[in-house]
């Protein structure tokens, strides 16, 4: 099998906070995770890359600063939402892919659900 | 850019009504193009992936072909519980995917 875990599954907190999402692959070792945004009735819109040991690496216009992404293992990688407003409410999604870069397809956690007051 | 389209937006099927979905695609280069089927406050579950122009795959009740524009997804006498959103993704860039907004589907008993 190939799973994703995603934690938490949901979220509430007042604007301002710090939120931190975690991503683990539970049975493989991924070298690169991708971090995902949904918004309601919309596709997934890849926000960032991260790399095992490295510098995550940003699509156009997410702010890294913003959203701050590690990945200190080859099972784990955390996406943390510093000082969330409204309008940062959205269904976070998770993926990783299966051993090293390939033609492999990318298997996803269950998301996060963050609203934020 | 990298361009992904899905159509129709949603469908409605009776128990059994066979229907294909369609994805459109522009790409520079296509390493691959997945499909996957995502449940209501889900994330994403694979199904397929497919390399090149006449490739083929089945699982159960879907099928999936490809040609060198576009991609459909096949469902053979669906049942209720294979209402879902089925979405189209490509890689073109260095493993990144590229999403279709999704067809929404609901079979009916």
């Known amino acids: 099998g190939a799973v994703v875990s995603q934690h938490p599954s949901w979220v509430i907190c007042k604007s301002g906070t710090s939120v931190k999402i975690e991503c683990r692959s539970l049975d493989f070792q991924a070298t690169t995770m991708f971090w995902y945004r949904q918004f309601p009735k919309q596709s997934l819109m890849l926000m960032a890359t991260s790399n095992e040991g490295s510098k995550a690496t940003y699509e156009q216009g997410v702010e890294k600063d913003k959203f701050l992404i590690n990945h200190a293992s080859l099972t784990l990688s955390t996406l943390t939402v510093t000082s969330a407003h409204p309008e940062d409410s959205s269904f976070y999604i998770c993926?990783?892919?299966?051993?090293?870069?390939?033609?492999?397809?990318?298997?996803f956690g269950d998301g996060t659900r963050l609203s934020i007051l | 850019e990298d361009q992904v389209t899905q159509s129709p937006e949603a469908l409605r099927l009776q128990e059994g009504e066979s229907s294909s979905l369609n994805c459109s695609y522009t790409v520079s280069g296509l390493r691959g193009l997945f499909w996957y089927r995502q449940d209501p406050g889900k994330g994403p579950e694979f199904l397929f992936t497919l390399y090149s122009a006449g490739e083929e795959k089945e699982k159960e009740r879907l099928k999936a072909t490809l040609t060198k524009k576009e991609s459909f997804l096949h469902i053979t006498a669906p049942k209720p519980e294979d209402s879902a959103t089925y979405l189209c993704?490509?890689?073109?860039?260095?493993?990144?995917?590229?999403f279709g907004a999704g067809t929404t589907v609901t079979v009916r008993a």
């Open positions: 993704a490509v890689d073109a860039n260095d493993y990144k995917l590229s």
């Open positions: 993926s990783a892919l299966k051993g090293a870069r390939s033609n492999q397809p990318q298997h």
